[in-house]
């Protein structure tokens, strides 16, 4: 049963434009969600994480935007670089199951310089 | 700080025969995970440790499927016999206590391939 619902499953964006990957939950009692970068051939990691009780987080070019009432949440790749291509997976977990990560389907990005 | 070491890198098997996938987390991480991310899918988690016991397998197909890791250390992920559909990535992962909520630390993984 997929849990969280990545879309598109895969995005070309020119050098300098904004990346955007968007992901939808079910389960209200997800309270976290973290994204996740994977370079080929490489193992994901961490990328950036917000909580539901905060709308928007920004790291750097980076930016997680949260819609509670729409269980919905993306990121944003502002100026993106051909260093970004890679595949991007949105993540959720609750509380009580400590890190336990349900991930969606995973985003290629490509950035064409 | 050494990562999550992992081998083999790849592994090609007939279906029917059995394989073993081999972790070793970084050094003072508690918490160990193995996950299966199968091409065009999003990672899944099969098995997570606590030292060296079990907190979660529930996504474990215990039939063919098993692991343990002894002295709360290095893992080892078993498959016997393997089908066709256990094609994928086997991840392994490893976090500390105290750590920030959701970060794992993942190694390069195995590359299963089941003929």
């Known amino acids: 049963q997929q849990q969280v619902k990545q879309s598109p499953q895969s995005l070309i964006v020119q050098k300098g434009g904004i990346s955007i990957i968007n992901c939808a939950y079910e389960n209200t009692a997800f309270d976290y969600f973290p994204w996740y970068q994977q370079f080929p051939g490489k193992g994901p990691a961490l990328l950036i994480a917000?909580?539901?009780?905060?709308s928007e987080k920004k790291e750097g070019r980076f930016t997680i935007s949260f819609n509670k009432s729409a269980k919905q949440f993306s990121l944003h790749i502002m100026d993106s670089q051909p260093g970004d291509s890679a595949t991007y997976f949105c993540a959720a977990s609750k509380e009580e199951y400590g890190n336990k990560l349900v991930f969606g389907a995973g985003t290629i990005l490509r950035v064409k310089s | 700080e050494a990562g999550v070491a992992q081998s083999p890198r790849y592994k090609i098997i007939e279906k029917r025969q059995s394989v073993a996938f081999w972790c070793n987390p970084i050094s003072g991480h508690a918490t160990l995970y193995w996950y299966q991310q199968i091409l065009g899918q999003g990672p899944k988690l099969l098995i997570q440790f606590q030292n060296n016991g079990v907190v979660d397998d529930s996504q474990l197909p215990k039939d063919r499927f098993s692991a343990e890791r002894l002295k709360g250390v290095d893992s080892t992920l078993k498959i016997q016999p393997a089908k066709l559909e256990d094609s994928a990535v086997y991840l392994c992962a490893s976090s500390f206590p105290g750590s920030q909520r959701g970060k794992l630390f993942f190694g390069s993984g195995t590359q299963l391939s089941v003929l």
């Open positions: 917000i909580r539901p009780d905060v």
